[in-house]
């Protein structure tokens, strides 16, 4: 079963990236602006097997294609195909991202169903792995070529509203797109969880997604 919609998908081909690499498309839930806000969550970048060599420079990411990349490889950059389980889904370490955003979507009132994922869209902002458990080390390159793609996605999907969940995405990009956002600490950083004047990071975003499906729910 598909929890996602490729009803985007013939705008979403026109992005160069996606080309090359079709894996990175963004997760759009099958359910995406039918009972609530379009909200688009962007969080930092994919990882590769530690293993892996083909995404550590990047101008020769940018200039190859999926190709180059083992079967492997391929599924760990399928954002949909991660993102396209049912709930409590995600058991993997390095998909605690996953089971920190399913419970604070949960929390915040969206519907349970089958996937609460089905609600939303989801993408990475930089659109090269990064090595298996560290944070990518951008370049301009990385940088130029997330903001450009995000914005591209943006016109694509057409949020309401665009979510950082990675304040180092937040903080290279925000200024560069061509809608207003707001950013919160990557879910499965510590400091997720961790508060600061009495309030985690966790709780301010649970709080503003249920204040914007609230408000939008009721309208509709």
Do not use: C
Request: hydrophobic content about 35%.
């Amino acid at each position: 079963m598909n929890y996602y919609t490729e009803v985007f998908d013939d705008k979403l081909h026109g992005i160069d990236i996606y080309h090359r690499y079709p894996q990175l498309k963004p997760f759009v839930g099958s359910d995406y602006g039918a009972t609530g806000p379009r909200i688009l969550l962007i969080a930092e970048s994919h990882y590769l097997p530690s293993e892996s060599t083909v995404h550590i420079d990047a101008e020769s990411w940018y200039s190859d294609k999926v190709g180059k990349l083992t079967p492997k490889e391929q599924q760990w950059i399928h954002t949909r195909g991660i993102l396209n389980k049912p709930l409590k889904g995600w058991h993997a370490k390095g998909h605690a991202i996953y089971r920190h955003l399913e419970s604070a979507l949960l929390k915040a009132g969206l519907p349970a169903n089958d996937s609460v994922f089905r609600q939303i869209a989801f993408m990475n902002a930089f659109q090269r792995p990064a090595k298996t458990g560290v944070s990518i080390k951008t370049t301009n390159k990385d940088i130029e070529i997330a903001a450009d793609t995000i914005n591209q996605v943006i016109y694509a999907l057409q949020p309401e509203y665009v979510v950082f969940v990675s304040t180092k995405a937040k903080r290279a990009l925000g200024k560069r797109l061509n809608h207003k956002s707001v950013g919160f600490h990557h879910p499965a950083s510590p400091w997720w969880n961790r508060k600061q004047n009495k309030i985690s990071s966790k709780e301010r975003f649970t709080d503003l997604i249920s204040e914007l499906w609230n408000d939008k729910s009721t309208d509709r």
